[in-house]
DNA sequence: GCATGATCATGC
DNA sequence: GCATGATCATGC
């Protein structure tokens, strides 16, 4: 392809070519190029309609400034250089920091196809040796073209992630081996995820080679929160920043085997006798006393920010409480809803959501009688079943809507939903916080229910 | 017994 | 001051 501003042979040369987009847009880019400008006429203009399609950035980035035709081949996109292009859409939020705005889908794949791979000989790996991330402010009132460009840059998997993923790869594919693509979970995974790709309707399911059940299409993701570490990262380097996370791991390490470990030498030991092994003070007064050790053997800050894993793979750490009867007494608090973002959000890119679809480390303290004190009994890794996603979206969604509509009184409660509901979270009664419609409001958040906990998770614990 | 609304201590 | 991770208290 002759005109080309950049050589398609060499990594360095389209990465580069790439960077003159950043703080920019297409548009303006292009129109600077002016050798390039009779041939801006060739690429495709949008409609308001196709302005609304997903993938339309990264189409209008492929064609109209790298001059290619966008093919669904399985090789990278830049196939001489072996360099896969990503276009990722950024979100400035309520406090000004910008983020990820969605999950990384790097390919769709097949049950049939996985099966007969391994993680080393993967599409997946073979596909993305090499990445050219181009990160862009979303808008959705804006075209393609238009939109600025936050940061491009070259991407390569870290070593020191790679058993995770490769870990997570092998997950996936054993559920494959094992006849159980339909119960395929996003939460089953820490840094890669199997994200369902088409709808629900038995003309979209897919075969699957040891089951004669249909499944959901899926296709390989990095989960919103790792491809927001990647953005991070890069961020980092660019800046000459040093990152203020600490890595949990060693060499070779998987998340959850090393965070077993750290909770080994303190199970069976009341919350009194680990701060004593620990030479911490234990408060019985704190009301989150117990996450207050379970947050100190992992290491974890107040803000719960300083531990690369966590972050990179969203794990929830929750403690729970187990009663004489083998029963939880609480239902499950996350984080204040945020009236004005709820209000513009989509469910998948709704902090909820991340939420839900990420491992959960539930810290279990248990008491024998009414009168003895709490021990660490168990450290449990589980995950949300994906067939109660839409239990948890239908949750969120009635927010939404309530919160639209500036009905702050009526949200879903517990007898409504067997997994959510939506309650009371601040100081105090008068504790309020800005809405969409430019009033206080009560604080609130969602919470998982305590009986549904108790079911998919305590009963098979605790069974009596 | 449990749903619901209220509240607490902490640490940045 | 306030977000957070929770637990408490009441009344049906």
């Not at 060739?42 to 035709?69: C, V």
């Not at 406090?95 to 390919?107: D, Q």
């Not at 810290?363 to 450290?379: A, G, P, Q």
Request: aromatic share 12%.
């Amino acid at each position: 392809m002759g005109g080309l501003l950049y050589d398609e042979s060499k990594i360095e040369s389209i990465v580069s070519y790439a960077q003159r987009l950043e703080h920019k847009s297409i548009n303006e880019v292009n129109f600077e190029q002016h050798s390039y400008a009779g041939k801006i006429q060739d690429a495709p203009t949008q409609t308001e309609e196709n302005s609304k399609n997903k993938g339309n950035f990264g189409n209008y980035l492929e064609e109209a400034y790298f001059g290619k035709k966008n093919d669904n081949k399985s090789q990278p996109d830049f196939p001489f250089a072996k360099l896969e292009l990503k276009a990722s859409p950024l979100k400035t939020c309520a406090n000004y920091e910008v983020k990820v705005k969605e999950r990384m889908v790097l390919g769709h794949f097949t049950f049939v196809a996985m099966d007969k791979e391994s993680f080393e000989s993967s599409h997946l790996i073979e596909k993305n040796q090499n990445v050219l991330f181009v990160f862009y402010h979303y808008d959705r009132k804006q075209r393609s073209g238009d939109l600025t460009i936050e940061l491009s840059d070259l991407w390569q998997f870290l070593k020191e992630d790679l058993p995770q993923i490769k870990n997570d790869w092998e997950t996936i594919h054993q559920k494959i081996r094992d006849g159980k693509a339909h119960e395929i979970s996003e939460g089953d995974t820490m840094y890669l995820g199997a994200c369902t790709k088409g709808s629900t309707a038995e003309s979209s399911m897919q075969v699957q080679p040891y089951s004669t059940e249909k499944a959901r299409g899926r296709a390989l993701c990095f989960k919103l929160n790792y491809i927001n570490h990647i953005f991070q990262i890069l961020m980092q380097r660019r800046q000459h920043r040093k990152s203020l996370e600490t890595r949990l791991l060693s060499e070779n390490e998987l998340i959850e085997e090393h965070i077993l470990k750290l909770y080994a030498p303190y199970l069976k030991k009341t919350a009194d006798e680990i701060c004593r092994l620990r030479g911490e003070k234990y408060n019985p007064i704190r009301k989150d006393r117990h996450s207050a050790i379970a947050r100190s053997i992992l290491g974890l800050n107040k803000d719960g920010t300083n531990l690369y894993e966590l972050n990179a793979s969203g794990i929830t750490v929750k403690t729970i409480r187990i009663e004489p009867n083998g029963k939880m007494k609480e239902s499950m608090s996350f984080k204040m809803i945020d009236y004005c973002e709820i209000v513009d959000e989509e469910w998948e890119e709704s902090y909820f959501y991340a939420a839900i679809t990420s491992k959960f480390c539930f810290v279990i303290f248990k008491r024998d009688s009414e009168n003895s004190e709490y021990y660490l009994d168990t450290v449990k890794f589980w995950q949300i079943p994906s067939e109660d996603y839409t239990q948890f979206e239908k949750v969120w969604n009635d927010t939404k809507e309530k919160v639209s509509i500036g009905d702050y009184t009526h949200f879903m409660k517990i007898a409504e939903n067997p997994c959510s509901h939506v309650r009371p979270h601040g100081q105090n009664a008068r504790d309020l916080t800005p809405t969409a419609q430019g009033t206080l409001e009560k604080k609130m958040c969602f919470w998982i229910n305590r009986q549904y906990l108790q079911e998919k998770v305590l009963d098979e614990l605790y069974r009596k």
